[in-house]
């Protein structure tokens, strides 16, 4: 029996999300895209901390001793920047990684909501799909970086990149969050990117907020681990509720 829910605004959707990669039946496919994250962050932060350390010996060994000090301070510093740093950009391998993963989430949690199972959504479906999906992760990166980089360019102008530019940067990675999670259950349903994110254009208001929530918790290290399949949870409940009449046409994978 498919669950009833009212929420209306986009934090809403992140906190329904966090409520359903706790149910049963979706745990395993919560589990696959969790464990790229761990692995690829935990590696790669393990990889970078025996890096630190080789560089830190050479430090200690390079200053007086009345420096030394210094250690006790850079380390910490050096361990929260590389934190903070890595999470966003393996966040972004991540999601390439696991796209077919997420899929299949976003697929089995729409289920579950709707009682409407999509033809043909084998492991082997999953298989057959994967280039497909990985082309669509591309696509987004290609739609995501010349927009990128302008706004980072925003902040070499004197005066407006210390004013406007942090805001334009936050309102496009939140614009970008909401794309990136809500992508999926609209790629199941083969919806064109284009139409995609004219669709969620036309409800900017939610789109924004539940993008800029997901945004936030992505910028949190350690956190951000969970966030993927809370954030692909979240936006499948949100294209369930208000996007009905794209879901109604024939789907084929």
Known sequence: MPATYHAASGPQYLLRGLSLIREPDLRLFVLIPLAINLLLFGGAFYWLYLQLGELFSWFEGAVPDYLQWLSYLLWPLAIITIAVVFSLLFTSVANLLAAPFNGLLAERVELKLTG?????????????????????????????????????????????????????????????????????????HKIDFDLMRRSLAQKRRLSWGFGATVALCSGLPFINLLIMPVAICGATALWVEHYPQLRTGPVSR
């Open 116 to 188: 409407q199972k999509l033809p043909d959504s084998s492991w082997a479906a999953l298989l057959r799909d994967t280039p497909r999906m990985l082309g669509r992760e591309v696509r987004k990166m290609t739609y995501y970086l010349p927009r990128a980089i302008g706004c980072l360019l925003l902040f070499l102008v004197p005066a407006f990149g210390q004013t406007l530019a942090p805001l334009i940067w936050f309102a496009f990675s939140a614009w970008m969050m909401a794309i990136q999670y809500c992508d999926y259950p609209f790629d199941n």
